[in-house]
Antibody, heavy 120, light 107 residues
Framework: EVQLVESGGGLVQPGGSLRLSCAAS????????MDWVRQAPGKGPEWVAR??????????EYAASVRGRFTILRDDSKNSVYLQMNSLKTEDTALYYC???????????WGQGTMVTVSS | DIQMTQSPSSLSASVGDRITITCRAS??????VAWFRQKPGEAPKSLIY???NLQSGVPSKFSGRASGTDFTLTISSLQPEDFGTYYC?????????FGQGTRLEIK
């Protein structure tokens, strides 16, 4: 079955850190760019970060709101992508989705999400 | 950043109706637009890529069109299961951005 399964969410205090994981299965993970997209309660989706594939040297892109605090990385040997989140702020509270970029562009597949709550 | 202005913000329609949702990009983005539907408590579902191409398994009642910086999603023969919030996404340049969403209610 083709799927993305996120884990690692939870409650963390402002200034804290958290590492999200996404395990992919059912497709050739190494072919695809992978994204993290978040959605705050009652809001629309917000793109967070992208990691390209090996052909593009695993290069990365970030939203301005997380650049310098979040790091996206992947391990093709484990069919997994990660999001290391440091210096968390209350405004980072959201459901975090792992998402696959389709081979022709645009997101074509989403996980079920993992909730991150930043609160004291 | 490229802004995607989506309209209408909400829409109520009857079974069998045909509806159209529009996204206007703040600058040229070629055909690099995708469309999604999200139901409450669920992850988004991808519908269209490249402005007009159906994702695998998406029925042909969904169609997308591009005209300059205007992008439309049309759903024909509405059914009760088509309810939800629809979003457009531009993936032409970073940061990738989404429209504000259109909440579709079936009467």
């Amino acid at each position: 079955e083709v799927q993305l399964v996120e884990s690692g969410g939870g409650l963390v205090q402002p200034g804290g850190s958290l590492r999200l994981s996404c395990a992919a299965s059912g497709f050739t993970f190494s072919d695809h760019y992978m994204d993290w997209v978040r959605q705050a309660p009652g809001k629309g989706p917000e793109w967070v970060a992208r990691v390209r594939n090996k052909a593009f040297s695993y290069s990365t892109e970030y939203a301005a709101s997380v650049r310098g605090r979040f790091t996206i990385l992947r391990d093709d040997s484990k069919n997994s992508v990660y999001l290391q989140m440091n210096s968390l702020k209350t405004e980072d509270t959201a459901l975090y989705y792992c998402a696959r970029r389709g081979l022709y562009g645009g997101t074509d597949m989403w996980g079920q999400g993992t909730m991150v709550t930043v609160s004291s | 950043d490229i802004q995607m202005t989506q309209s209408p913000s909400s829409l109520s329609a009857s079974v069998g109706d045909r509806i159209t949702i529009t996204c206007r990009a703040s600058q040229g983005i070629s055909s690099n637009v995708a469309w999604f539907r999200q139901k409450p408590g669920e992850a988004p579902k991808s519908l269209i890529y490249g402005a007009s191409n159906l994702q695998s398994g998406v029925p042909s009642k969904f169609s997308g069109r591009a005209s300059g910086t205007d992008f439309t999603l049309t759903i024909s023969s509405l059914q009760p299961e088509d309810f939800g919030t629809y979003y457009c996404q531009q993936h032409n340049s970073y940061p990738i951005t989404f429209g504000q969403g259109t909440r579709l209610e079936i009467k």
